[in-house]
């Protein structure tokens, strides 16, 4: 899993597989999942991003890292 921030347009991708996107579906206002040809979630992309969660922390929970937190 990879998340890229991207501060001039203030959107969070979310990026689940390496398999490309084949289809995009808005699913809440400014919230968009991406599916590969198979219909499994490959990403997701939140716009206005710092306004719909707290950007300045992320808590890792044995996925399978070790619990920990990444502070902005």
Do not use: Q, W
């Not at 969070?12 to 219909?39: C, H, K, Q, T």
Request: hydrophobic share 35%; proline share 3%.
């Amino acid at each position: 899993m990879k998340l890229s921030y991207y501060k001039d347009t203030d959107s969070l991708y979310i990026d689940l597989s390496s398999r490309p996107s084949a289809d995009s579906r808005e699913i809440s206002e400014g919230i968009v999942l991406d599916y590969d040809a198979d219909g499994n979630i490959a990403g997701i992309d939140i716009d206005n991003a710092s306004r719909k969660m707290d950007l300045h922390e992320i808590v890792l929970s044995r996925i399978p890292a070790e619990a920990g937190t990444l502070r902005a």
